[in-house]
């Protein structure tokens, strides 16, 4: 039936039903949320994790039923303002109309507030719930965190150690090129000095000398280099 095709009084029945319906359906949107329970656990248990989505799709779905009832009411009363206007002017008609219109009002402030509550707790539930979850986490994974940290300082200090212990071999390295050099340098003199001590006896007495003091400095400075490698070992395996 088109819009405009009602009577006064049909619009009237039209609004007194829309208007219970309403009613009941604020009544039962109001009481979403009262069953659920804080978030005082550490977690929730299957069935109130249901629960709690069934309250989740219940608000959705009495939310747009309501929006549809009042969207319906409002159409209703703007009909009938074109209906009163079409007939004679009557203050109980007037009385009655704006009466229509005070509840259509009163029903609209009712269910934006019991909305704006029930998003407000499930927003505040939610966040306390979300912190929950946190601890929660936070508690199973702090043994897991201290033995991690235990591997990472101990991965580290190997690490150190294998640095100290190659910057050592380096060093051991350029000694011993170094020593490869110098003792190539000195045969090089030492034959120089046979050389001479083959042409003048007299030398050879001071070559013998020298290479007696030699001996005694290569004795020393092998002592010196194989006690430096045992202590270098002896660190290395601390």
């Known amino acids: 039936m088109t819009r405009g095709t009602f009577s006064w009084e049909d619009l009237r029945k039209q609004a007194r ?6 009613d009941a359906k604020l009544v039962s949107f109001s009481k979403l949320g009262l069953g659920s329970t804080p978030f005082n656990n550490s977690s929730k248990s299957n069935g109130e994790s249901a629960h709690l989505l069934g309250e989740n799709f219940a608000f959705e779905s009495v939310s747009s039923e309501i929006q549809q009832l009042l969207s319906k009411l409002t159409e209703i009363n703007s009909q009938m303002t074109e209906v ?3 007939q004679a002017p009557s203050a109980a008609l007037q009385h009655t109309l704006q009466r229509h219109r005070d509840i259509l009002q ?3 402030t009712e269910f934006q507030k019991t909305s704006s ?3 407000s707790k499930k927003e505040r539930e939610d966040l306390l719930g979300s912190v929950r979850r946190d601890i929660d986490a936070y508690k199973n994974d702090s043994g897991r965190n201290r033995r991690t940290d235990l591997y990472l300082k101990e991965n580290e200090h190997l690490r150190s150690s294998d640095r100290m212990v190659d910057d050592q071999i380096n060093i051991a390295i350029e000694t011993k090129e170094h020593i490869t050099n110098q003792r190539g340098n000195l045969k090089r003199m030492q034959a120089r000095v046979n050389d001479l001590a083959s042409r003048f006896p007299v030398i050879n007495s001071v070559v013998q000398r020298i290479n007696f003091r030699k001996r005694r400095d290569a004795i020393i400075l092998g002592s010196v280099i194989g006690f430096g490698c045992i202590l270098l070992l ?3 395996q601390r």
Do not use: F, M, V
């Not at 039903?17 to 309403?22: A, H, K, P, Y």
């Open 84 to 86: 009163s206007a079409s």
């Open 117 to 119: 509550h029930l998003l």
């Open 17 to 22: 039903q829309l208007e219970n319906e309403i």
């Open 234 to 236: 002896l660190y290395s």
């Open 106 to 108: 009163d029903y609209t």
